[in-house]
Every structure is written in C-alpha cells, then in structure tokens.
C-alpha cells in the first residue's frame, strides 16, 4: 500500500511563496510518475505539474514559470515550490503517484492566497 503524505499547505498573500511536500515511506516511488493536481471549490480537479522518475517536468501553462516540481528519490519526497502566488491559486493541492498500473491520492492541502 503507497501511501501519500502532504505539507506545507496555509496562507500567503499574493506575491509570495510556499513549498509543499508529498512523503511517503515506499522507496517504489523513486520509479513512480508523480504530480500535482489541485481543486478549487466548485471546480474539478486540474494538473498543475508532472515529473517523470527521471525528473523531467511538465507544468499547466497557468502555472509555468511561476512553480517548480523536484523529487528527492533518496528521501521519497516529492515537492512544488510555489512563488508569484496569485488569488486563483487558492485551492487544495494533491500530491498523486502513479505506481504498478494505479493511481495513489495523498489526502490534500490547503492552500489560499490572499489579495
């Protein structure tokens, strides 16, 4: 069973920055496509960014040049640094893993950026 612990979640104000992280205790997950998704209220839930097991990213476009996705094999951690926040960043960010033909959740964080 994989499971998917995120922090680092809470409120900022537009302009600035948080880090989230995505831990988990199976050291499968240094083989394992990751992401981010989130979900803001009365929305359903969008990709933010993905990383292959190699490390090689990809970001909605709403978010490019402004959130970096990394992954820390060694600690199975996955992170996303989020800077420039905006108010439409609010919402509550998902850590996701794909691992032997399923799809693993983490339980979510809040983020809510203020004007």
Do not use: H
């Not at 799809?103 to 809040?110: A, E, K, L, N």
């Amino acid at each position: 069973q994989v499971q998917l612990v995120e922090s680092g979640g809470g409120l900022e104000q537009a302009g600035g920055s948080l880090r989230l992280s995505c831990a988990t205790s199976s050291s499968i997950l240094s083989i394992a496509p990751m992401g981010w998704y989130r979900q803001a209220p009365g929305k359903q839930r969008d990709v933010v960014a993905r990383i292959t097991s190699s490390g090689s990213p990809n970001y909605a476009s709403s978010v490019k040049g402004r959130f970096t996705i990394t992954r820390d094999n060694a600690k199975n951690t996955l992170y996303l640094q989020m800077d420039s926040l905006k108010p439409e960043d609010t919402a509550v960010y998902y850590c996701y893993a794909y691992v032997r033909a399923r799809d693993y959740w983490g339980q979510g964080t809040q983020v809510t950026v203020s004007s």
